[in-house]
């Protein structure tokens, strides 16, 4: 469901922040494991979660967190809303790829 449900764009020779977080492993369960890349755009109308990526030119800044903070939606859908229905496969094809689709590059 989530692979027919999330919408892909392409953008090029656009400017912006690209925004890369890891979660461990025992991070499971609050968000897929591994690395997350997000990119917005610097008009801040454009953006979304990032699956492949050239860059003419950039700069990095490294920073580790030792706490995150986590607001849960407070809307009645949320207290019966169930992740348990999507399977990690389709979680894992989502944010690291899908091995099947001609454009995955081995994430």
């Known amino acids: 469901m989530l692979a027919t ?3 892909e764009f392409v953008f090029q020779k656009i400017d912006g922040t690209l925004v890369c977080v890891y979660h461990p492993d025992f991070m499971d369960g609050i ?7 997000h ?20 700069q990095a800044v490294m920073h580790k967190i030792d706490r995150i903070e986590i607001q849960l939606p407070a809307t009645p859908a ?8 999507t399977s990690q496969k389709e979680i894992a094809e989502v944010e690291q ?6 454009r995955y590059r081995g994430r």
Request: proline letters at 5%.
């Open 39 to 58: 990119f917005l755009s610097e008009d801040r109308a454009r953006g979304g979660h990032v699956f492949d990526l050239s860059l003419a030119h950039g």
């Open 97 to 102: 790829g899908n091995e099947n689709d001609p």
């Open 31 to 37: 968000n897929a494991p591994g690395w997350h890349v």
């Open 5 to 7: 449900t999330q919408r």
């Open 78 to 85: 949320f207290d019966t809303y169930s992740l348990k229905e």
